[in-house]
């Protein structure tokens, strides 16, 4: 048995400079998801489902054959939705609504129902995704991101460094 953590960017929001994840490069990232799973073959999936690297890689791996999409969410999924799906440009609330009810019926959401005033919530989630990681006996971390430390507060980036801690293999696909 063999998981992917994954963490990632967020698709851009509009008008902004400096560009991390834009929304043209959407196609690009889940085709590269899409080869990476059907490559590697692993088991499980974790991470969390926000709008960008998150959901096109729940839906990535579904379509490649990964039968296990575990999600860790900081919030209930209401909120989380609200927060970190719909706040940006894209059709992302179907991808989550139909990601998060299948893991949900599967028992593989994983709502820490913290609140949204908690400045600690993602990296507490961030903490869990690894958690539930290191349950299986192969363990290797993916990053779909820019490849720049977005400051002290780059949940991509903490994660990174947890995986590499930990000693596992880090993989990386650009969103740029």
Not at 55 to 66: D, F, H, I, M, T
Not at 70 to 77: K, N
Request: net charge neutral; charged share 25%; hydrophobic share 40%.
């Amino acid at each position: 048995m063999k998981a992917i953590a994954l963490a990632g960017r967020r698709i851009d929001p509009p008008n902004i400079e400096n560009l991390k994840f834009p929304l043209e490069n959407i196609e690009r990232v889940e085709n590269q998801l899409f080869a990476f799973f059907c490559h590697e073959k692993p088991t499980h999936l974790v991470c969390s489902a926000a709008c960008g690297a998150d959901l096109l890689a729940l839906r990535a791996a579904e379509r490649a054959g990964v039968r296990h999409r575990i999600i860790v969410l900081p919030f209930i999924p209401d909120e989380f939705r609200n927060t970190s799906v719909i706040d940006r440009p894209g059709k992302w609330q179907e991808i989550y609504d139909r990601e998060v009810s299948e893991s949900s019926s599967r028992g593989e959401l994983v709502s820490l129902c913290l609140s949204p005033k908690n400045q600690k919530a993602y990296e507490i989630a961030s903490n869990r995704i690894i958690f539930e990681a290191q349950k299986y006996p192969v363990v290797e971390g993916l990053l779909v991101w820019d490849g720049e430390v977005n400051g002290p507060q780059d949940q991509t980036n903490y994660l990174a460094l947890e995986m590499r801690k930990r000693g596992w293999g880090v993989r990386e696909i650009y969103t740029n």
